[in-house]
T-cell receptor, first 117, second 112 residues
Framework: DAGVIQSPRHEVTEMGQEVTLRCKPI?????LFWYRQTMMRGLELLIY????????DSGMPEDRFSAKMPNASFSTLKIQPSEPRDSAVYFC???????????????FGAGSRLTVL | AQSVAQPEDQVNVAEGNPLTVKCTYS??????LFWYVQYPNRGLQFLLK??????LVKGSYGFEAEFNKSQTSFHLKKPSALVSDSALYFC??????????FGTGTRLQVFP
C-alpha cells in the first residue's frame, strides 16, 4: 500500500480564496482523521470519520471549514473563504479501528502545507 | 479534564548517551498511551503503545517507554541515542474509544 496520500503538498493562495485539500486513506482503514499543525497551537484534531460518517467535528474552527468523505477511499477538507490565520500544515490520517492491534494506531499522510497571503 | 503534557520543549543529548523524553497524562479510567515521532516535512509515525500488561513497552527503532501509574507518566527512553533519532516526539492518550489527543511535542536533538 502506498500509505495515506494527500494533495496538494503545498498550496499558496490569497485571502478569500477557496482551498480544497484531498486525502486518500489506506485501503481497509475505517477511520479517517483531519489534523492541523501550527507552531502556536500544536497538533489539533479537526474532524474524524468512521465508515465515511462524521463522528466528531468539534475541532473544526468555524463555519468556513467543512469536510466530506463521499466514499471509503476519498476525503476532502475545504476552507471557504480562506484567511491568513488558516496557514498551517494539514494532516490526514487513517486507522483500522476494529482491531485490537490497529485501534488508535494512526498512519499519517505527508501533509499539505497551506499558506494564505 | 483529560489531558496529556510534555513538559520539555526540547531535549538535547549526545550521541551514544541514554535519552528520556517525558510525558504525563490525566485521564479517567485505565489509560491507553502512545508515542509518535515526526521527522522534518513528514507526517507522524507510530512508535509504540501501552494498553495493559508489562509497564515497559518496546517499540520501533530501539525505543521503549515506561508506564508509571502512580506518577501518571509514560516517559520515552532509549539506551543509546543516534543522531538520526533527532526529530519531534509526541505523546498521546486515548480519550474515547476512537479519539486521541496529542501533547505539544518535544524536539529531540542528538549531537554527534
Amino acid at each position: 500500500d502506498a500509505g495515506v496520500i494527500q494533495s496538494p503538498r503545498h498550496e499558496v493562495t490569497e485571502m478569500g480564496q477557496e482551498v480544497t485539500l484531498r486525502c486518500k486513506p489506506i485501503s481497509g482503514h475505517d477511520y479517517l482523521f483531519w489534523y492541523r499543525q501550527t507552531m502556536m497551537r500544536g497538533l489539533e484534531l479537526l474532524i474524524y470519520f468512521n465508515n465515511n460518517v462524521p463522528i466528531d467535528d468539534s475541532g473544526m474552527p468555524e463555519d468556513r471549514f467543512s469536510a466530506k468523505m463521499p466514499n471509503a477511499s476519498f476525503s476532502t477538507l475545504k476552507i471557504q473563504p480562506s484567511e491568513p490565520r488558516d496557514s498551517a500544515v494539514y494532516f490526514c490520517a487513517s486507522s483500522m479501528g476494529g482491531s485490537i492491534s490497529g485501534a488508535n494506531v494512526l498512519t499519517f499522510g505527508a501533509g499539505s502545507r497551506l499558506t494564505v497571503l | 479534564a483529560q489531558s496529556v503534557a510534555q513538559p520539555e520543549d526540547q531535549v538535547n543529548v549526545a550521541e551514544g548517551n541514554p535519552l528520556t523524553v517525558k510525558c504525563t497524562y490525566s485521564v479517567s479510567g485505565n489509560p491507553y498511551l502512545f508515542w509518535y515521532v515526526q521527522y522534518p516535512n513528514r507526517g507522524l509515525q507510530f512508535l509504540l503503545k501501552y494498553i495493559t500488561g508489562d509497564n515497559l513497552v518496546k517499540g520501533s527503532y530501539g525505543f521503549e517507554a515506561e508506564f508509571n501509574k502512580s506518577q501518571t507518566s509514560f516517559h520515552l527512553k532509549k539506551p543509546s541515542a543516534l543522531v538520526s533519532d533527532s526529530a519531534l516526539y509526541f505523546c498521546a492518550v486515548r480519550v474515547r474509544t476512537d479519539k486521541l489527543i496529542f501533547g505539544t511535542g518535544t524536539r529531540l536533538q542528538v549531537f554527534p
